[in-house]
């Protein structure tokens, strides 16, 4: 009989293959969160978990520089049901066939779907999901096409699912902090105690502004006579009702009142 007629064993055939090499490792540009992570930054096969309380904005500021120095790479990228309050950045504009965009709907598994199929046809790419729940199932197609055509994985969730149970590789809970910087909450399922990291995470245009208490024309800040400790607005009522409105948007967005 002709042993040549039957399949080589499976685990000839793995034995038969090359060694894999080290996963690849994106910094993320945060020095201090890259010392907390495994490897030292954004890892190539893994699930990074990101619950975020302002999605669009701070998951992007956090991890920005790692998809550019992906994409510099030849890295290509994807982002599925991304919010539509993603920042405009316009370097992502300038990515044109380099970059996909999908909107399959707020069901999970849809979303994991087209995440999984674009990345079968993108090996080692940048995928970036944007999910409200997660089902098992969903946890386990994403980890598994992770694994095996090694992209750099990220799914951002709502800042409440923190709580929750996580199978990611790598979960970072971010918790606005004082002025402009950002506490993250860096996660492993290998790790007995969470490792809280603070960022900051302004961006360069913010930088280089001075944190005044800028007021519009005609508003004025006067001190209380009856009592200095406090401070009043004087001027029209849409005036003061336009200041406060944009003052409770600063506050809200982790920014300080005043320097």
Known sequence: MNDASFPTPWWQRMLSQPSP???????????????????????????????????????????????????MQGQALALIQP??????????????????CCWPGPDSQAIVEAGIQWLQAHPGGLLLLWAQEM???????LTRAARRHAGHVLLVRPAVTRWDDSPADVRLGLLPGRGRHWDVR???????????????????????????????????IVVDPADRRRTALCGTLAQVCDELDRLARREAQGWPLAA
């Open 21 to 71: 090499t080290a996963p690849r490792c994106l910094p993320t540009g945060h020095a201090r969160l890259d010392a907390a992570l495994p490897g030292g930054g954004w890892r190539a096969g893994q699930v990074l978990e990101v619950c975020s309380p302002q999605a669009g904005e701070a998951e992007w500021r956090l991890l920005g520089e790692a998809v550019r120095r992906g994409v």
């Open 135 to 141: 089902t098992p199932p969903a946890w386990r197609a």
């Open 186 to 220: 860096v996660q492993t399922p290998a790790s007995a105690a969470a490792v809280l990291v603070r960022v900051s995470l302004q961006d360069e245009a913010a930088a280089r502004a001075p944190a005044t208490l800028a007021t519009p024309s005609g508003l004025k």
């Open 83 to 100: 919010p539509r309050s993603l920042p405009h950045d316009p370097w992502l504009s300038s990515l044109d066939e380099h970059l996909t």
